[in-house]
């Protein structure tokens, strides 16, 4: 009886040895807090962290790692234009309910070589396999099509991009990435996500969180934006008018 409760213990306990015998990561990012000012022209966010390996071990030379960082989701429409009667004009439309401002993933090697498209589609690695979340009733194959616009029209824009060597791995220990934030990036909160990948499976993850914000006279103006939005419309219509008004006398003085 007490050798049949011994090997029903052991069988209960062996998920948790499994769990506690695979590596862990250690991540950390340069910045928690990016500030946009007037001469903001962008930053270089390097992500970096350690592999720790349970009982000491050797590293396996077959671990790899994918960063991933993507900015606030937001909701928004892409519409298609198309040449009518020699006009161009938006003749179709699709609507997403939720959408990353921004899309960051770099990986020590190519995403097709480190995971299966399942696994990929699992945990939004690439950008062929992230969730936008259509909020229409188009048919799948224009949703498609939308979906690969916003993509394309995205990754020209520098908001959405991949970096399939942009991890270094060091003794199977240390990792680091760098990636570009863009000048244009909206304000808001960013997540920082790492991925360790062995046999071309998910083991371990991690999240830091990052915040990029407005500081000084941009915040005071995104505030008032949006705090009054009428009043600061007003004052905008205004200002433009009186450098017009003040540049076309420069003009004729001249």
Do not use: C, H
Not at 103 to 128: F, M, N
Not at 157 to 168: I, L, M, R
Request: no cysteine.
């Amino acid at each position: 009886m007490k050798d049949a409760l011994r090997i029903l213990a052991l069988l209960l306990a062996l998920p948790a040895l499994a769990g506690a015998a695979k590596p862990r990561l250690v991540p950390d990012v340069s910045q928690n807090s990016i500030e946009i000012r007037y001469s903001f022209t962008g930053a270089e966010l390097l992500l970096f962290g350690a592999i720790l390996y349970p009982g000491g071990r050797a590293p396996d030379a077959n671990t790899q790692v994918a960063v991933v960082v993507r900015g606030p989701t937001e909701p928004l429409v892409v519409r298609e234009k198309q040449k009518v009667a020699g006009i161009w004009m938006n003749v179709e439309s699709a609507r997403f309910r939720s959408a990353p401002a921004f899309y960051a993933v770099a990986s020590s090697k190519p995403l097709s070589k480190l995971i299966d498209e399942r696994t990929a589609a699992i945990y939004e690695l690439g950008l062929q396999n992230l969730q936008l979340s259509p909020g229409t009733g188009n048919a799948p194959e224009v949703q498609r099509r939308f979906e690969a616009g916003l993509i394309d029209m995205r990754r020209r824009q520098q908001a959405y991009f991949e970096d399939p060597k942009g991890v270094t791995i060091t003794e199977g220990v240390l990792y680091r990435a760098r990636l570009t934030i863009p000048a244009q990036v909206p304000v808001g909160n960013y997540t920082a996500e790492t991925f360790l990948i062995q046999d071309g499976k998910v083991i371990a993850g991690a999240v830091r969180d990052i915040r990029i914000e407005k500081t000084g006279f941009e915040r005071f103006v995104a505030w008032a934006a949006d705090r009054w939005s009428l009043v600061y419309g007003l004052v905008s219509v205004a200002l433009s008018l009186l450098l017009g008004w003040g540049a076309s006398a420069i003009f004729r003085r001249g």
